[in-house]
């Protein structure tokens, strides 16, 4: 064979182991991204199914006995967890309110309907947003079962962690993003005083 077919042939066989080089690296890019894809779309689908459970509050303890005017508490607290918030942005903005149940006793120093967005410390009951956890402090000075109702509510945004692309491809699977609310959730605070001759409780609430 001629040096100059000899020459060809060496040049077209590294063409050959190239060209097969370059298809084996696309070949695993192309399925390394379908992979990722898959990835994607499975924790996208995952988070939006999130947004489509119902939010779920919770009060704990449902039934929270308390000593009135007792040295070593003079706050009765009942923790309202808020069940279904996917984002930061949800657990920082959700709101929480609670009111007497209709037939309830007064609690002394009743100021009405409580909203965490107007909480105030100095108040004898308010509500307070930790992190998208709901607390109710109640200072009772007065004897009586006490019924609550909670809610909360909360307007649904996605994570704010999430490229623009990846928050579209979530938009998409949820659809409208609606205002969240949650069951009503009752629980009971029982004061009484310890040693003492129980007194009248407060007027009932139509």
């Known amino acids: 064979m001629a040096k100059g077919s000899s020459g060809k042939m060496l040049y077209f066989v590294l063409y050959v182991v190239l060209i097969t080089e370059l298809m084996i690296v696309i070949t695993e890019r192309d399925e390394l991204e379908e992979e990722e894809h898959a990835i994607r779309d499975k924790m996208l689908s995952s988070i939006a199914e999130s947004y489509k459970a119902p939010l779920i509050l919770a ?18 607290t009942v923790v309202l967890s808020a069940i279904g918030l996917v ?40 509500v307070i947003n930790d992190k998208g956890t709901g607390k109710f402090i109640a200072k009772i000075t007065n ?3 006490f019924k609550f109702v909670a809610q909360c509510r909360v307007k649904r945004s996605v994570p704010d962690y999430l490229t623009e692309k990846l928050k579209e491809g979530l938009l998409q699977m949820i659809g409208d ?9 009752e629980f009971t605070i029982k004061a009484k005083r310890q040693g003492g001759v129980k007194q009248a409780a407060g007027t009932l609430v139509d």
């Open 59 to 76: 009060a704990v303890p449902k039934s929270l006995d308390f000593n009135v005017g007792s040295a070593d508490s003079k706050e009765a």
């Open 87 to 126: 984002s930061d942005e949800e657990k920082a903005n959700v709101e929480f309110d609670v009111r007497l149940a209709k037939g309830s006793s007064n609690p002394a120093g009743w100021q009405g309907e409580l909203k965490s967005t107007n909480a105030n410390v100095e108040n004898a009951y308010y």
């Open 143 to 145: 004897e009586g079962d």
């Open 177 to 185: 993003l609606k205002e969240g609310v949650s069951n009503e959730e």
